[in-house]
């Protein structure tokens, strides 16, 4: 499975952005799609994550009613919709995929990985 993600930029603090990955390839195999982050100097963490049918999701406390992921099967995408951003935000954003969903996932529990797209929150 490959995974191309889309969406970061440069926003003000209380903006917001959208961000899209869409599989390819084998996407049929994949259950789980989901949203970490990484900031300078600090591991990557666990955003939000979806199951195959949309029904389940689960959300980092920190972006608990500030982000909503949200996926289209026949699009093979998954997005993670970002409202009212704070500099503390600021990170490369990763999508994942994986055959497995779990809640509370971490970086482990996801086999297939895009390349990042950064998302910067001025103050």
């Known amino acids: 499975v490959q995974l191309q993600a889309s969406g970061g930029g440069l926003v003000q603090a209380g903006g917001s952005l959208r961000l899209s990955c869409e599989a390819s390839g084998s996407s049929f195999s994949i259950n789980a799609m989901g949203w970490f982050r990484q900031a300078p100097g600090k591991e990557r963490e666990f955003v939000a994550t979806?199951?195959?049918?949309?029904?389940?999701?689960y959300y980092a406390e920190a972006v608990k009613g500030r982000f909503t992921i949200s996926r289209n099967n026949a699009k093979n995408t998954v997005y993670l919709q970002m409202n009212s951003l704070t500099p503390e935000d600021t990170a490369v954003y990763y999508c994942?995929?994986?055959?497995?969903?779990?809640?509370?996932?971490?970086?482990?529990?996801?086999?297939?990985w895009g390349q990042g797209t950064l998302v910067t929150v001025s103050s």
């Open positions: 979806i199951s195959w049918s949309g029904a389940v999701t």
């Open positions: 994942a995929a994986d055959r497995k969903f779990y809640s509370d996932p971490g970086p482990a529990d996801f086999g297939s």
